[in-house]
């Protein structure tokens, strides 16, 4: 009867275990698929928002070129091409002198 009753408790164990590997497995997928939606949330999020403030920024155009402007704190933001097109426009003054020389580096 002992020998019976031994077994019998090592065959439960052995579910338990399965059980807690299966589950375990289950919470992994889980959590990766949580992961991986949340990530993806995040950049959509971050897109065309103000790296200083976080509000949505606006395209307006300026002499020309298009560019992103915060509506809150009235930064702009500039692409290189952007950047370009508004230093050859500003080619004598010394925003233009320290775009091309930054730009050059």
Partial sequence: MDEKDRLGSKLQEKG???ED???????REA??????SAEAD???EALM?????????KSVEHHGVTVEE???CQGLWLDR?????????ESEGWVGRFI???LSS
């Fill in 16 to 18: 338990r275990a399965d």
């Fill in 21 to 27: 590997r299966y589950f375990a497995q289950r919470d």
């Fill in 31 to 36: 959590l990766d698929k949580l992961k991986h």
């Fill in 42 to 44: 995040v950049s959509k």
């Fill in 49 to 57: 928002r103000c790296p200083k403030c976080g509000t949505q920024l």
């Fill in 70 to 72: 915060c509506p809150s």
């Fill in 81 to 89: 091409g952007e950047l370009e097109a508004l230093s050859q426009r």
């Fill in 100 to 102: 091309r020389r930054s």
